[in-house]
């Protein structure tokens, strides 16, 4: 899966969107302006009653028909639709940008805390922690709905800082290991492939044109309601009769085209998501066993939260049936999802060992929890030495790549572990990592961090440093990467002071080093990405707009590869080479010149080149990391960091000290 390609589709896709939202719109003012001549066309005898001043009834001027194009009335209706349509929408679109938390928290989720996760929820964390490190993404908080039984999850989110995975009860009790690595591996393609963007904005135009309909609902539930109270209006009531029912009808109309929409965009990208899945695992048995589990059990992937059809596209599998089910549907049916992972499949699904009248019968008294299958131990992760397989590792998921995750976490030391988990205790884990080995200096650092976080933060820090101290430099990014879901729950106020230590803590001993600089840069990038989820804004879409930043990261990333100047000169040239339409505009600066508050600065405005410009810098990086075929630690702190400020998952590159 090709990371950059998955972008531009992504985009696209969200152009398609916006033609089929102009299509809904036009369809439901066609629907309001018929409906708003149907009104007239029925009150218009009685208004021509009382225009003759003798009070004659003028029978001629009664049966004249209305003329069926009123411009007059058109542009009401079209302006007034307009501003309904818009502003529920944006008022949408302004509760969901605030993140995936705010979706998994919408249809009634509960955050997983590592330190009170019950087995299955923590075998959950665990597989989602091996695929985040696998594919160089931020850790995603994840989120349990504790009261549905169907089997389902989804992803969500604006960025990859701020991202989601969400599942249900029923998929953590039913489903094995390997069919939920299966699960989250779907999960993490949409994430990868750029869909969870898409997935929110579909939901917000949804909302917008379906709002109508809910009006109309609102106002004939006030007309029953003032009716039951014996407050009549006469003439007045049937007005408002009419109006509530021509608002029912639009809406209608509004609902069978945000319906349409939902299914168009979101059915054709399950195929590519179970097709990622098994690219990631390796293993079609894990996502092809969850599918047919759903085909087995009664209540299958079906939720009972009335949100459900409102982002019925977000989920794994069909969370809502309709009437109009073939139509409607968000998902391909399983059979046809089934037999694209497995062409020999005999139809069968699975069959549980217990039948449960769902009707009749409460599901989670009726099932027991599925056990979960022992894994093997993974092999070791290969390193890789070209340029063509660094690039080729960026936005996607291999089974080498989770098998060294799982390698990675295994040997990372549990007070570690336990510490990047706890929102209590990682700000000390972050503060441990910048602990230099000069025990003068680590005392300066360990009284900025008594006099900054206060001694309960030292208390913590003291009880880690034996962990730490045994953990190698290639260790502590993931570590870092672990802990961001955790220091996602620092309230807003203590973000400023923590970075602030940071930053005291990073100068101790006056030089910043590439994992310095980099653990530096993926925090606040994150962390202000999840406050604050935003999209690219303002893009810059020259090259040459951009080439004095370029030459400083090439620079920079050339001398981190070689203490050697002629040596980073020629890494230099590796990278520009793959810049041609930067040809002779690129210069090699001296290490001088390549200070981290320069490349702090250049990296900000690279944040807001285009998507073309992004792939074209990240090659041209991986061509000089990769220049002399061996990749140090140095260079892989600083290629990562570099990444992810340009939002471009890195995964770890297996270095060489």
Same mark, same amino acid.
């Given at each position: 899966?090709?990371?950059?390609?998955?972008?531009a589709?992504?985009?696209?896709?969200t152009?398609?969107?916006?033609v089929l939202?102009a299509l809904?719109?036009l369809?439901?003012?066609?629907?309001?302006y018929?409906?708003?001549?149907? @009104?007239?066309?029925?009150?218009?005898?009685?208004?021509s009653?009382h225009?003759?001043?003798?009070?004659?009834?003028?029978?001629?001027e009664?049966?004249?028909?209305?003329? /069926?194009? +009123?411009?007059?009335?058109?542009?009401?209706?079209?302006l007034?639709t307009?501003?309904?349509?818009?502003c529920?929408?944006?008022?949408?679109?302004a509760?969901?940008r605030?993140?995936g938390?705010?979706?998994a928290?919408?249809?009634?989720g509960?955050?997983i805390?590592?330190?009170?996760a019950?087995?299955a929820?923590r075998?959950?964390?665990?597989v989602?922690?091996?695929?985040?490190?696998?594919a160089?993404?931020p850790?995603?908080?994840v989120?349990?709905?504790?009261?549905?039984?169907?089997?389902?999850?989804? !992803?969500?989110?604006?960025?990859? #800082?701020d !991202?989601?995975?969400t599942?249900?009860?029923?998929?953590?009790?039913k489903?094995?290991r390997?069919e939920?690595?299966?699960?989250i591996?779907?999960? &993490?393609s949409?994430?990868?492939?750029?869909?969870?963007?898409l997935?929110?904005?579909?939901?917000a135009?949804?909302?917008?044109i379906?709002?109508?309909?809910l009006l109309?609902?609102?106002?004939?539930?006030g007309?029953?309601?003032t009716?039951?109270?014996?407050?009549r209006?006469g003439?007045?009531?049937?007005?408002?009769l009419?109006i509530?029912?021509?608002?029912m009808?639009?809406?209608?109309?509004?609902?069978?085209?945000?319906?349409l929409?939902?299914?168009?965009?979101?059915? +054709?990208?399950?195929f590519?998501?179970?097709?990622?899945?098994i690219?990631?695992t390796?293993?079609?048995?894990?996502?092809g066993?969850?599918?047919?589990?759903?085909?087995?059990?009664?209540?299958?992937s079906s939720?009972d939260?009335?949100?459900?059809?409102?982002?019925?596209h977000?989920f &794994?599998?069909?969370a809502?049936?309709?009437s109009?089910?073939?139509?409607?549907?968000?998902?391909?049916?399983?059979?046809?999802?089934?037999?694209a992972?497995?062409?020999?499949?005999?139809?069968?699904?699975?069959?549980?060992?217990q039948?449960?009248?769902?009707?009749?019968?409460?599901?989670? +008294?009726k099932?027991?929890?599925v056990?979960?299958r022992?894994?093997?131990a993974?092999?070791? *992760?290969?390193s890789?030495?070209n340029?063509q397989?660094?690039?080729?590792?960026i936005?996607?998921?291999?089974?080498?790549?989770?098998?060294g995750?799982?390698t990675?976490l295994?040997?990372?030391?549990?007070?570690?572990?336990a510490?990047a988990r706890?929102?209590?205790?990682?700000?000390?884990?972050?503060?441990?990592?910048?602990l230099?080995?000069d025990a003068?200096?680590?005392?300066?650092q360990?009284?900025?961090? #008594?006099s900054?976080a206060?001694?309960?933060?030292?208390q913590v820090?003291?009880a /880690?440093?034996p962990?730490?101290?045994?953990?190698?430099?290639?260790?502590?990014l993931?570590?870092?990467?672990?802990?961001?879901?955790?220091?996602?729950? *620092?309230?807003?106020?203590a973000?400023?002071p &923590?970075?602030?230590?940071?930053?005291?803590? @990073?100068?101790?001993?006056?030089?910043?080093?590439?994992?310095?600089?980099a *653990?530096?840069?993926?925090?606040?990038?994150?962390?202000?990405?999840?406050?604050?989820?935003?999209g690219?804004?303002?893009?810059?879409f020259?090259?040459?707009?951009?080439a004095?930043e370029?030459?400083?990261?090439?620079?920079t990333?050339?001398?981190a590869? %070689?203490?050697d100047?002629?040596a #980073? %000169?020629?890494?230099?040239?590796a990278?520009?080479?793959?810049l041609?339409?930067?040809?002779g505009k690129?210069?090699?600066?001296?290490?001088g010149?390549?200070?981290?508050?320069q490349?702090?600065?250049?990296?900000?405005?690279l944040?807001? #080149?285009? =998507?073309p410009?992004?792939q074209?810098?990240?090659?041209?990086?991986?061509?000089v990391?990769?220049?002399d075929?061996?990749?140090?630690?140095?260079?892989?702190?600083?290629?990562?960091?570099v990444?992810?400020? =340009?939002?471009?998952?890195?995964?770890?590159?297996?270095?060489?000290?």
């Open positions: 899966m090709d990371f950059f390609e998955a972008q589709r992504a985009k696209k896709r152009n398609r969107l916006v939202f809904a719109v369809g439901t003012i066609a629907a309001g018929f409906s708003a001549i149907l @009104v007239l066309s029925q009150t218009q005898g009685r208004a009653r225009r003759d001043y003798y009070g004659n009834y003028d029978a001629d009664a049966a004249r028909p209305l003329a /069926l194009w +009123q411009p007059n009335v058109f542009a009401g209706v079209a007034g307009l501003a309904i349509v818009g529920a929408s944006l008022y949408k679109w509760s969901l605030q993140g938390s705010a979706v928290e919408m249809v009634g509960r955050r805390e590592a330190g009170s019950e087995p929820e075998r959950l964390l665990n989602v922690e091996e695929m985040a490190i696998a160089g993404l850790m995603p908080a989120y349990v709905l504790d009261d549905e039984e169907g089997i389902n999850a989804f !992803a969500a989110g604006l960025t990859t #800082a !991202a989601v995975v599942v249900t009860r029923g998929t953590l009790d489903l094995t390997d939920l690595q299966g699960v591996g779907h999960e &993490f949409h994430i990868l492939n750029g869909d969870m963007r997935n929110l904005q579909l939901a135009i949804i909302f917008g379906l709002v109508i309909g109309g609902r609102g106002i004939l539930h007309m029953f309601y009716r039951s109270r014996g407050d209006k003439g007045g009531m049937a007005v408002i009419v509530g029912l021509a608002l009808l639009i809406g209608y109309v509004g609902y069978f085209f945000g319906r929409i939902q299914a168009a965009v979101s059915r +054709q990208r399950e590519l998501a179970d097709a990622s899945s690219q990631f390796r293993n079609p048995a894990g996502i066993g969850a599918l047919k589990k759903i085909g087995g059990y009664a209540l299958g939720l939260t009335h949100r459900a059809a409102e982002i019925g977000f &794994f599998a069909q809502f049936t309709s109009f089910a073939t139509v409607w549907a968000t998902h391909p049916p399983l059979g046809e999802r089934i037999r992972i497995d062409e020999r499949w005999d139809g069968k699904f699975f069959d549980p060992p039948k449960v009248d769902i009707e009749h019968e409460a599901f989670s +008294q099932m027991q929890p056990p979960a022992a894994m093997p993974p092999p070791l *992760l290969s890789p030495h340029p397989s660094v690039v080729a590792t936005g996607t998921l291999t089974a080498a790549a989770i098998a995750a799982q990675l295994d040997g990372l030391p549990s007070p570690l572990l510490a706890d929102a209590h205790q990682s700000p000390a884990l972050i503060y441990g990592l910048l230099d080995a003068g200096v680590r005392e300066q360990r009284g900025i961090v #008594a900054r206060g001694a309960e933060t030292v820090l003291d /880690l440093a962990a730490l101290a045994a953990i190698g430099p290639a260790q502590k993931p570590l870092v990467q672990l802990a961001l879901p955790a220091l996602h729950q *620092l309230p807003p106020t973000l400023d &923590f970075f602030d230590t940071l930053d005291q803590l @990073v100068h101790a001993d006056g030089r910043v080093d590439t994992f310095e600089f *653990l530096q840069k993926i925090l606040r990038r994150n962390l202000a990405l999840a406050r604050q989820p935003a690219p804004g303002q893009q810059i020259s090259f040459e707009a951009l004095g370029i030459s400083l990261v090439l620079s990333l050339a001398h590869s %070689s203490e100047e002629r #980073a %000169s020629q890494a230099f040239g990278g520009a080479s793959q041609r339409m930067l040809e690129l210069s090699f600066l001296p290490s010149a390549c200070a981290p508050e490349l702090d600065t250049a990296l900000d405005r944040a807001l #080149a285009s =998507l410009i992004k074209r810098l990240v090659t041209a990086a991986a061509h990391v990769s220049a075929g061996v990749i140090l630690v140095a260079e892989a702190e600083l290629l990562r960091a990444s992810a400020m =340009l939002d471009v998952p890195m995964p770890p590159l297996t270095a060489t000290a």
